[in-house]
């Protein structure tokens, strides 16, 4: 069944006065899960809004639900208030409004800290108004890919996980589809039991393939699935990678199954992707498989790579040379959307952060203001990077002026300060932008703000903690 990406994702949603997310959400005295955004209604277009949070066990049963609200600043980083030293579940966070938010995909980011590792991811799912399933602007059927690559044995376990609407999903047949490093696919149909409403399910693919460490062979892999969640739910999921003793934790989110929907192409020849170059940082871009039919080229500097939907493939970023990678469709128009993500990379002994992204080109929509989150102190750092799409604008584009804002849970103020684009093309360490970070941000995760006239900058920022483990996400 072939699914078209145009109704279902176009940014006409209806009136919208219902913003959410769902995360998965663990604590123990290993790990903590931290939900954390910034008050960019009110930043951006000056509107008030009340935010309730809702944790869930992992049977969907409601254990706390309380209204939170920006008093003494415009950053929150929610932990609910409970008694279990150990839990496993979900946060929902519905953020309502009198007026239109617009998109119904909070902008919010869930961190996790393991005993060694730090990860991160912004929303990847949530539940549907009532009035976006009685209008059918919904997704009924999941058809995603895992976006993350499958570690070895070795190294640890590999898994999804996914959370249920507000409506019990009956009984279903799911399709789990297992690609290997040799271009070589097995897959297999699972009678998946009911759901309740609101259950948050782990799938491990170990455990529906009887030769799944076999036909890996201790290489990277790839996994899509195929599953309903009965109109209720956006069916995007958490792609988990966690080391054998658990004190390494590494998400990413899942993304469409491009070979499976139907989507616009370009009238231009090529798309770009202008990685980041960080000191000390071995990083790789990832092109994941599941593209639409026919054959691809990736082109860096004199390097051609040629792939297609059953190709998993990475290229490593070279320190020193400035080139993006160029992306075609072979005999054919390239489309919108090209998975591919960035893989990093500190110390052997941790797992990498891989983190989704996609392609530029030229349909892509002009962006001039940016936020993401930050840390600043002994044990967590950032670093901030801003690049231009296209290499051949470097020259031109990096003498532009930035404002940059800092914002803090424990201040009613922010710091505010300007730069050049050329600082920040390589990434900047937050401390050297703003040199009291530490004291401001007061150990709790903060908020960055990024004002560029240039519309076509990419914006990224790490999260690093004192043991070399590495997060990275795009802004919003």
């Not at 008694?83 to 979900?90: A, D, K, P, V, Y």
């Not at 309502?96 to 060694?116: M, N, T």
């Not at 940082?281 to 994941?288: G, R, S, W």
């Amino acid at each position: 069944m072939a699914l078209f990406l145009d109704k279902a994702h176009k940014n006409t949603h209806g009136l919208v006065l219902r913003s959410s997310g769902i995360f998965y959400y663990k604590k123990n005295s290993n790990f903590k899960t931290t939900i954390s955004f910034l008050n960019y209604w009110k930043i951006k277009r000056d509107l008030n809004v009340t935010l309730i949070c809702s944790t869930r066990n992992l049977d969907g049963n409601l254990i706390l639900r309380e209204k939170v609200q920006f008093e003494n600043s415009d950053v929150i980083n929610y932990v609910p208030s409970l008694s279990e030293s150990n839990f496993e579940g979900s946060i929902e966070i519905e953020v309502f409004g009198l007026e239109d938010l617009v998109i119904p995909y909070a902008a919010i980011i869930v961190i996790y800290e393991s005993k060694f590792g730090i990860s991160m991811t912004h929303t990847y799912g949530r539940t549907y108004s009532m009035h976006e399933i009685e209008e059918g602007n919904i997704l009924p059927i999941g058809e995603e890919t895992c976006c993350h690559s499958l570690i070895s044995k070795k190294k640890g376990n590999s898994y999804l996980i996914f959370h249920n609407g507000a409506y019990q999903t009956p009984e279903q047949k799911i399709s789990l589809s297992l690609l290997n490093n040799h271009g070589q696919r097995i897959t297999t149909t699972v009678d998946f039991h009911s759901l309740n409403a609101y259950q948050t399910i782990k799938i491990n693919p170990r455990k529906y393939f009887k030769n799944y460490d076999e036909f890996l062979n201790e290489k990277p892999g790839n996994l899509s699935i195929s599953f309903t969640l009965n109109q209720s739910a956006f069916p995007r999921l958490l792609s988990v990678n966690e080391s054998l003793d658990e004190d390494d934790f590494q998400v990413n989110h899942s993304n469409f199954n491009l070979s499976k929907i139907v989507g616009p192409k370009l009238d231009d020849e090529y798309g770009y992707n202008n990685p980041p170059r960080l000191n000390d940082v071995k990083t790789e871009l990832v092109i994941y498989p599941d593209c639409e039919d026919g054959e691809f080229e990736a082109i860096y500097d004199t390097e051609k790579i040629q792939f297609n939907k059953d190709c998993l493939t990475s290229i490593e970023i070279i320190q020193n040379k400035n080139d993006c990678v160029k992306f075609r469709k072979i005999n054919d128009k390239l489309p919108l959307r090209i998975h591919t993500g960035i893989r990093l990379s500190k110390s052997n002994d941790l797992l990498p952060s891989e983190t989704c992204r996609g392609i530029w080109h030229s349909k892509a929509q002009p962006k001039r203001f940016f936020w993401l989150p930050v840390a600043g102190s002994k044990k967590l750092h950032s670093r901030i990077t801003v690049r231009p799409y296209k290499q051949s604008d470097n020259d031109v584009k990096n003498d532009t002026q930035l404002i940059l804002k800092l914002y803090s849970e424990k201040n009613s103020q922010f710091l505010e300060t300007k730069t050049s684009a050329l600082i920040l093309n390589n990434g900047a360490e937050l401390i050297s932008l703003f040199p009291n970070v530490d004291s401001f941000l007061d150990n709790s995760f903060g908020w960055l703000t990024i004002f560029s006239d240039y519309p076509f900058f990419d914006v990224t920022g790490t999260i690093e903690n004192e043991h070399g483990s590495i997060s990275y996400e795009h802004a919003f």
